[in-house]
């Protein structure tokens, strides 16, 4: 009060201050250059975010002019040579600068300190670092559109790369090496995080899940992406000054691209793949109540993926002149690496048998993973298969197949991810209606776009050409129109995520009363996350029990109908009784 006010009587006592808000990661300072110098994990995990939602937009954009022209069997709403490069340009965005860095870069960024307990990653600066080298390579990406484009296919396979191509390759090339370098960074942080940061009590056997699979991502991630470095290095020399690596007429080994390409690109499925795997485990618990059904089973299964992901490169060479043994063989060890997928894939739906699921937005979206994985999985296995595979190398099939695993799969993981720790990440709820309608719409959309692409690859359509034979309107029809309705679906949570900034309801700390550590800071949380180091007593996925990992009792469930209810969780004002349910007890 001012000195103006001294007229006040003495007894009355002055107005109580609006308590001052609670610094956290995001509102302790606005200014721009508190984010582009920040080493916060969190900050750093929201530049990220931003990043690779705009070309997750961009490659979309992309991908709708391939559907478009596809509509009618003779293309010609773009030109062949535009319609090449979109479908590069989509290839190229959507996996280097988006599905490889998405749930690493951004939720193993923000969560992995949060869910060990620790302060931040090991290299703070290292990270901040990453986000630069990433940005620079999307700089360079973003420079060979602009020039033209490129023209390649994302696979970038010489001769046609380095002597045929008309495109600016190069920028393009340039722009995927320079992103790798961020992808070894933020794989090497949060591997020394994970084996030095740990909270007292965390040991190795009651990490979440979702740590594990980010381990053995950032395995895949150190030891492969040199090799793709290389190659692109290769393609850039050869183009550049006509020295014979590739070209056979000039002295060079036409399959050697092909070999170094996939010792990376066969692994990079699993960086792909593999984190969303971790994040089904977390929401399938939480949603399902229960403890995760064998938990060493998922988590060694995770090191299985990312070391056999190593020995199959070659099954996309099958028709490109291998021998013959070496084809059964790669054949042979393509079908050994869907064993630790379906260990997975088992040990998530006994956890679901007998849980008391809920249906909220995380949950749908991490049925869908598991459902629409699963086909993508199997029908790996039909081009694993040598005789099948000769009919159907290059042709919609395969589409279809990677599809189904990176965005059935892993587009849905992300969004499980983002709807799972959306309340943590911004404090804020979003609508649990239009969550779930947006789950519905995109699971839907995903189906009738493609299940067509199968029937249509098995019919003989190739991949990558602009037109096809009047037979095959119909079924592209329906695979456009499934687009539209997938792009819609992809459309509604941009929004009643912005919304929900806003205007949502405040979180609680622990809304899904879920039992990680993560849950155990404010939302959103304060800059240290933690105001002191939690010790860690039990497993992560104590929910029969009905305790976090600290030993304490968790809030109330999320329970099913009703909209949520964010403040009646903000503490740890209900102790959850034991569910009845049998469970195994980890740790
Ligand atoms: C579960 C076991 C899997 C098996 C046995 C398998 C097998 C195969 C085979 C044999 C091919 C080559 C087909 C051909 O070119 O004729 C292929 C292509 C592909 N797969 Fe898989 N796959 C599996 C899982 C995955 C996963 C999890 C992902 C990604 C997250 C993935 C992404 C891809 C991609 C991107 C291609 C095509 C690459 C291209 O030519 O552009 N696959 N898969
Ligand atoms: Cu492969």
Redesign the pocket.
Known sequence: MSATTVWATPTTTPPPEPPPAEPNYLNHNYSIWSWLLTTDHKRIGILYLISITLFFVGGGIAAGVVRLNLLAPNGAIVTEDVYNRAFTAHGVLMLFFFLIPAVPAVFGNFFIPMMIGAKDLAFPKLNLASWYVFMIGAACAAWSVLVGGIDTG??LYPPYSTRASQASVIPGVLGAFISGFSSIMTGLNIMVTIHKMRAPGLTWNRLPLFVWALYATSLIQLLATPVVAISLVLIMVERAWGVGIFDPSIGGDPLLFQHLFWFYSHPA??I??LPGMGVISEVITCFSRKNIFGYAAVAWSSMGIAVVGFLLWA??M?VAGISFYAALLFSFL?ML??VP?AIKVFNWTATLYRGSITFQAPMIFSLGFIFLFTI??LT??Y??TLGT?IH???TYF?VA??HF??VG??VMAYFAALHYWWPKMFGRMYSDWWSRVAAMIIIVGFFLTFIPQFVMGYHGMPRRYPNYPAELHILNVMSTAGSSILGLGYLLPAIYLTVSLFNGPKAGSNPWSATGLEWQTPSPPSIHNFEETPVVVCGPYEYAIGVDQMGRPLPEGPGEGGPIDPASHAGHPYPAGPAPKETEVVG
Do not use: E, N, P
């Open positions: 994302w696979t499925v699993y792909m793949i099954h996309h099958f393509s690496v869907a997928s993508g999985g790996g296995l081009l694993a595979d159907l190398h290059d395969v197949h990677f695993v990176m799969g892993m």
